[in-house]
């Protein structure tokens, strides 16, 4: 698999951002694609608070 200058799979890029688009989403932020960067830091914690609120879930989830 070729990775971009990140040390990131172009796919498992993709996937991250479509998953952040969900996460937003569910918490009512209004993300565009590409920078960001007008969001408050409340609005962005919340958003990565959301992502690892639903990876922790999933991630209990298939302990099971």
């Known amino acids: 698999m070729a990775k971009n200058s990140k040390g990131m799979v172009p796919e498992a890029r993709n996937a991250l951002d479509k998953f952040k688009m969900e996460a937003a989403s ?8 590409g920078y ?3 969001l ?9 608070g959301q992502m690892v609120k639903k990876m922790i879930e999933s991630y209990e989830k298939n302990m099971k």
């Not at 569910?26 to 694609?33: A, F, P, R, S, Y």
């Not at 408050?40 to 990565?48: D, F, K, L």
């Open 36 to 38: 960001n960067g007008d």
């Open 26 to 33: 569910e918490v009512g932020v209004n993300l565009k694609q």
């Open 40 to 48: 408050t830091s409340r609005e962005a914690g919340s958003v990565g």
